[in-house]
């Protein structure tokens, strides 16, 4: 087990096992991980969103980036993206990159033993049969990796990624200020940011507060000199 988590080339192996798996949520031991963590290029900025496809709001999180005139990441649930494959396949045809977030979203140090593994490549099997694209990158639910879930990524050939900014928006109580205002401090190049297009398991509405702020967001990256765009043009591999 050892020499296979080692193994993960570029996600900092040893300094997971040193910290165990399942702290990657950390900002420690993502500090310790860059790759994992989402460190990309100085000019690049790689805008992520969780728990889509949802008819009810990630269309508007489409419209907006169109109107941005930006691409980004979308880790998606395969239970939601069984029930709403048009919408993550507008995604797909409008350039925007799907990865997995697992089927459901479930901590993997909770989850019985095989069903992560199994969980995964159905989900990444479904990206697939809906894209036509094989997804190459996973974010585990909660940020917590599990050794099963990194030698499952490795299995199904995705690269687990992190973040290194989020915005807390999946609270009842964020807003648009609050998204921004939290997340400002992690706007520089080659940061992650992380926010949700759903509020499946998030406080209901809660979405609006990251549509709220993600033309500031933007705005606030480009204007600084920062590319923004998705993890495939980051530099994480």
Avoid at 29 to 44: I, K, N, Q
Avoid at 184 to 199: C, I, N, V, Y
């Amino acid at each position: 087990m050892t020499r296979a988590l080692l193994a993960l080339g570029g996600l900092g192996g040893a300094a997971l096992l040193h910290a165990g798996p399942g702290a990657t949520w950390l900002p420690a031991v993502r500090r310790l991980t860059p790759g994992l963590a989402g460190e990309g290029a100085p000019g690049h900025v790689a805008l992520t969103f969780d728990d889509g496809p949802d008819p009810r709001s990630t269309p508007r999180f489409l419209d907006e980036l169109d109107r941005l005139g930006c691409r980004a990441t979308f880790f998606v649930l395969g239970e939601m993206l069984e029930r709403h494959p048009g919408v993550a396949r507008r995604a797909a045809e409008a350039g925007h990159e799907i990865g997995v977030h697992g089927w459901h979203h479930r901590n993997s140090l909770t989850t019985p033993p095989g069903r992560v593994a199994v969980e995964m490549g159905r989900a990444a099997d479904l990206v697939r049969a809906v894209t036509g694209v094989r997804p190459v990158r996973y974010r585990p639910p909660y940020g917590v990796l599990s050794a099963e879930a990194l030698l499952a990524a490795r299995w199904w050939g995705l690269r687990p990624v992190l973040w290194t900014a989020w915005g807390r928006d999946w609270t009842a109580h964020a807003t648009p200020e609050s998204v921004l205002e939290t997340m400002t401090p992690g706007l520089r190049g080659g940061a992650t940011l992380l926010l949700h297009d759903s509020d499946c398991t998030s406080a209901p509405g809660a979405w609006r507060s990251a549509l709220g702020a993600l033309g500031h967001l933007v705005d606030h990256c480009r204007s600084a000199g920062l590319r923004v765009g998705p993890l495939a043009e980051h530099g994480v591999g």
